[in-house]
């Protein structure tokens, strides 16, 4: 009996939560919002940096190599740096290993904020990658002039490029050709033509004759060269991942830091409005027998289910982004991050909860005459 009784008072405290919220649609709705807009924030930014990260893993795969030679002083996620030997000595050096089949340099110029420029031998990158598709002119009429450049398909969309259009970085670049995405970068130029240091180059890539002997071949490489950091493709995959990079990471907790206090203000001051606006109600409540934790939980559940509702608006509004970053920024690609989504409801939740816990223990020590006679 106890059962049934305690079942019933449930289903009337959610119905009067429900209630509650249908009865106010207006600020239901823009808490809801707010809630999810703290949600779409972190599901964007994880999804931006987690699908920037999987864009360079796999333009890095498209280059065809199963080894990368980079300087000492560069990082996974950083080309800057050149090596101090003149590319040539260093590519005959390490094409006469055993086992070596290609060798190719490259040179990665920075022209502005996450955009760069490489420079590349077209024929030596064509036989390791397996060459370019074309969407826009053709092998026959690239690199024919040494201000001339190859953009992918992303970039080119993005800036509203084709054959013949001009593209200033460092200097004036024409445009000779637009080529499928995926295959090391965005921006391809010759490297003699590159505005740095001549025979100088910021990466070597080695393709092995078998797969088996990648393990050799690296050790090789780095006996030869030890001050050189050398890794397998593989290896150098793990390395690129968001965790690696500190800056990413750390911007990624202020937001998350910044949509918790956001998601309490919102919910507190919601609920806080909400207790001041149902005194009465509050007041015939308690002086129908309800206690301090029934009139608490009536709020915890109302946020509860902003918090939910919120959740699920924020899911929803990242896809939106999503849509919003191909349409108008394709070269960063956000992913949509279905493992943060229990995350961000935890901290939506969270947040709720924290931030009705003022408003209910306002509400719980209201006297009940006092709240009864409030005008």
């Keep these: 009996m106890a059962r049934k009784s305690d079942w019933y008072t449930n289903k009337l405290i959610y119905r009067l939560v429900f209630e509650n919220l249908k009865h106010r649609p207006v600020r239901t709705f823009l808490t809801a919002i707010f809630i999810g807009i703290q949600v779409t924030m972190i599901l964007t930014l994880v999804g931006l940096s987690e699908g920037v990260t999987g864009d360079i893993k796999e333009r890095s795969r498209g280059t065809g190599a199963d080894i990368i030679v980079r300087p000492a002083n560069s990082s996974a996620l950083s ?88 593209v200033k970085m460092g200097q004036n670049w024409r445009v000779c050709g637009i080529v499928e995405s995926g295959k090391l970068s965005r921006i391809f130029a010759q490297v003699q033509e590159m505005f740095s240091d001549t025979g100088k180059v910021s990466t070597i890539y080695i393709k092995v004759d078998k797969p088996a002997n990648i393990e050799s071949v690296v050790a ?48 507190l001051l919601t609920m806080y409005t909400a207790v001041l606006e149902r005194t009465r109600e509050i007041g015939i409540l308690k002086a129908l027998g309800a206690s301090p934790g029934y009139i608490i939980g009536i709020l915890l559940r109302e946020a509860t289910v902003l918090a939910i509702v919120g959740t699920v608006a924020g899911i929803l509004m990242s896809y939106g982004t999503q849509a919003l970053m191909r349409a108008f920024a394709p070269t960063y690609t956000q992913v949509i991050v279905m493992n943060w989504w229990p995350i961000t409801g935890a901290i939506s939740l969270g947040a709720a909860l924290i931030g009705a816990i003022y408003p209910g223990l306002k509400a719980a020590h209201q006297d009940a005459i006092e709240a009864l006679a409030y005008d």
């Excluded at 089949?101 to 024929?123: K, M, R, Y």
């Excluded at 690696?244 to 911007?251: A, D, H, W, Y």
């Design 220 to 267: 090789d490489v780095r006996a030869q060269f030890e001050e050189f950091k050398v890794y397998p493709m593989k290896d150098y995959m793990d390395l690129i991942s968001v965790d690696n990079v500190p800056l990413m990471k750390g911007f990624t907790k202020v937001v998350i830091g910044v949509a918790i206090i956001v998601g309490i203000l919102v919910v």
């Design 79 to 166: 080309f800057t740096g050149n090596f101090s030997v003149p590319e040539d000595k260093l590519l005959a050096a390490i094409l006469k290993l055993p086992h070596v089949a290609l060798a190719n340099g490259v040179l990665v110029e920075s022209t502005g904020f996450l955009e760069s420029i490489t420079g590349i031998h077209l024929d030596q990158f064509n036989a390791m990658s397996g060459g370019f598709h074309y969407s826009e002119g053709s092998p026959a009429t690239t690199f024919q002039h040494p201000d001339e450049i190859l953009v992918d398909q992303d970039y080119a969309d993005s800036k509203h490029l084709h054959i013949g259009s001009v």
